[in-house]
């Protein structure tokens, strides 16, 4: 079934974003935004008010100083499974999503420039991976034992086994952070250079008319991010730190840092 949601172009916006809860899509109203940018955050907003329920995250996402935290690995793995999913159901906007991610790209949205990618967090290289990767805009490295996770984000069908998927993955990089400090003497969070979701701002400068980053890694399970492939084949089917009381799960377009270290 459709459904009729709430529309609004605000200048004040830092990006694209869909409140699950409240059914409201937000716009941002960008300088030079073209049509095929301007396209891929609609399909992709709309693809969170199609496929990503409104309940299901809370428990998880829970409460108090990580909660963000978990809040963006849901934003990164749920970000992929709904851009394919509007992308198999409205095969037009696989062109948009390509043009739009390299538009994105060359603005830095994700806040890349002169970093070395392969020292990111892995939940930051996938999020990558599935944003910009897939069109050949950067080379994202993962070791043998990380492949495994680039695959599976790239099947999931159902919002559980995102949450499944999440959960692991937010594991693996909380176990990291107890493990002694590296030689460099520093741990780098997730957010480093990527994002996707409503976890972490980085603060910068940006010129107001642009769009500006507010990382989440990704993307995002309420006000969208966005993710693409340039030759995915898209199966659908439906499927900050600080407290986070969990009532809302918003989602935005993830511009390159999924929280602040």
Do not use: C
């Amino acid at each position: 079934s459709q459904e009729d949601i709430y529309v609004e172009h605000s200048a004040s916006a830092e990006t694209a974003a869909f409140d699950v809860k409240n059914r409201r899509l937000i716009l941002p109203m960008w300088k030079d935004m073209d049509d095929a940018l301007y396209d891929m955050l609609v399909g992709h907003e709309v693809s969170h008010a199609l496929n990503t329920p409104a309940d299901g995250w809370q428990e998880f996402v829970g409460n108090g100083p990580k909660a963000s935290m978990r809040h963006m690995f849901v934003n990164v793995v749920e970000d992929a499974r709904i851009e394919r999913m509007i992308k198999a159901k409205f095969p037009g906007l696989r062109r948009d999503f390509a043009a739009a991610y390299a538009s994105l790209h060359e603005r830095d949205l994700f806040q890349i420039a002169e970093k070395d990618l392969s020292d990111l967090p892995l939940i930051d290289r996938l999020n990558l991976h599935f944003k910009i990767g897939l069109f050949g805009l950067e080379t994202i490295t993962f070791s043998p034992d990380e492949e495994q996770y680039v695959t599976r984000m790239a099947e999931t069908k159902t919002f559980e086994e995102v949450m499944v998927l999440s959960e692991e993955l937010f594991n693996l990089w909380n176990d990291e952070q107890e493990e002694p400090e590296q030689d460099n003497g520093e741990d780098q969070e997730p957010g480093e250079g990527e994002g996707d979701g409503p976890s972490g701002e980085q603060e910068q400068e940006q010129d107001e008319d642009q769009p500006k980053g507010n990382g989440s890694s990704g993307g995002d399970t309420g006000e969208g991010d966005t993710e693409g492939e340039s030759g995915e084949s898209g199966e659908g089917d439906d499927s900050g730190d600080g407290d986070d009381s969990g009532e809302s799960m918003e989602d935005d377009t993830d511009d390159g840092e999924s929280a602040e270290s």
